[in-house]
């Protein structure tokens, strides 16, 4: 499964990139806005390359980030200790994700701090589900976005705070929510850096096929070091050793390139089989 993942993956970063937002402004010289909506503060990594550089071709990109991070690793505090999760590791990772923006050169985040590893808790909160989409939805309408990213259905690791923000955004963008784009695109992580950071590996079936991989946005080594930089702002979650290894592993899986999969397509239809 892994090496088959690889070769669709290598095939599929070596192939001619399109753009997801061709220039950084508008008609009328208004700026286009990017939404990135995220479960987690550290979600940007599989796409910080184009984050950073949109920001810097003048696109407002901002991160909008579901949950409180409370329950990460936590295994390198800035003195050095373990953090145990709770409120304390929270507060770090607000810092964190401010870090994180400014070396992007985002906005600041919006941090929605909803209980981490629970956004689909039905059980402890059933108002906790409908809570997060209105506000979610509130933040879109508000900002009025060109593009949104987010997740793929699978939760790109398969983690399922992942798969609700992107269940939530699939939700709004279907249901005509004010301000939700037409324009909203799945992000993944390369099967290398899956491998590089799960005990576990590759769980199975989770890469999309490389057909659905239609959007392919390119990145300068300028924005690679930007994006570099943002995950050295995740200290409770990468320690400097696991971001030197990843380094390397990230630039040769991306090669220049971020693969996205577009969410939905509007051909017609009047029979299922044809």
Same mark, same amino acid.
């Given at each position: 499964?892994l090496?088959?993942?690889?070769t669709?993956?290598?095939?599929?970063?070596?192939?001619?990139?399109?753009t997801?937002l061709?220039?950084g402004?508008?008609?009328?010289?208004?700026?286009?806005?990017?939404?990135?909506v995220?479960?987690?503060?550290d979600?940007e990594?599989p796409? @910080?390359?184009?984050?950073?550089?949109?920001?810097?071709?003048?696109?407002r990109?901002?991160?909008l980030?579901a *949950?409180?991070?409370?329950?990460?690793?936590?295994?390198?505090?800035?003195?050095?200790?373990?953090?145990?999760?709770?409120?304390e590791?929270?507060?770090?990772r607000?810092e964190e994700?401010?870090?994180?923006?400014?070396?992007?050169?985002?906005?600041?985040?919006?941090?929605? *701090?909803?209980?981490?590893g629970?956004l689909?808790d039905?059980? #402890?909160?059933? !108002?906790?589900?409908?809570?997060?989409?209105q506000q /979610?939805?509130?933040?879109l309408?508000?900002?009025?976005?060109?593009?949104?990213?987010?997740?793929g259905?699978? #939760?790109?690791?398969?983690h399922?705070d992942?798969? /609700?923000?992107?269940?939530?955004?699939t939700?709004l963008? =279907?249901?005509?929510?004010?301000?939700?784009?037409? =324009?909203?695109?799945?992000m993944y992580?390369? @099967?290398?850096g899956?491998? @590089?950071v799960?005990?576990r590996?590759?769980p199975?079936?989770?890469?999309?096929?490389?057909k659905?991989?239609?959007? =392919?946005v390119?990145?300068?080594?300028?924005?690679?070091?930007? !994006?570099?930089? *943002?995950?050295?702002?995740?200290?409770?979650?990468?320690?400097?050793?696991?971001?030197?290894?990843?380094?390397?592993?990230?630039?040769?899986?991306?090669?220049g390139?971020?693969?996205?999969?577009? @969410?939905f397509t509007?051909?017609?239809?009047?029979?299922?089989?044809?």
């Open positions: 499964m090496s088959t993942a690889l669709v993956l290598t095939a599929l970063l070596l192939s001619a990139p399109t997801v061709a220039q402004v508008g008609r009328g010289g208004a700026p286009k806005t990017l939404v990135a995220l479960a987690h503060a979600d990594a796409v @910080a390359p184009i984050l950073a550089r949109y920001a810097r071709e003048g696109v990109v901002y991160l980030i *949950s409180d991070g409370s329950q990460g690793t936590g295994f390198a505090s800035a003195r050095g200790e373990t953090l145990a999760p709770g409120q590791l929270a507060n770090v607000v994700a401010r870090c994180a923006a400014q070396a992007l050169g985002t906005q600041p985040p919006i941090l929605l *701090s909803f209980p981490d629970k689909g039905y059980v #402890g909160d059933r !108002s906790l589900i409908f809570r997060l989409t /979610i939805a509130e933040h309408q508000r900002l009025q976005p060109d593009v949104v990213l987010t997740w259905p699978d #939760g790109g690791v398969g399922p992942h798969r /609700i923000v992107s269940n939530v955004v939700q963008q =279907r249901a005509g929510a004010p301000g939700v784009p037409e =324009r909203v695109f799945y992580l390369p @099967a290398e899956i491998q @590089a799960s005990p590996g590759v199975p079936l989770l890469i999309p096929a490389a659905y991989f239609t959007a =392919r390119p990145f300068t080594p300028e924005d690679l070091q930007a !994006s570099l930089r *943002s995950m050295v702002c995740h200290k409770s979650q990468f320690t400097p050793e696991a971001v030197q290894r990843l380094e390397p592993i990230m630039a040769r899986a991306w090669n390139t971020i693969a996205l999969v577009p @969410a509007s051909a017609p239809l009047k029979d299922l089989f044809r």
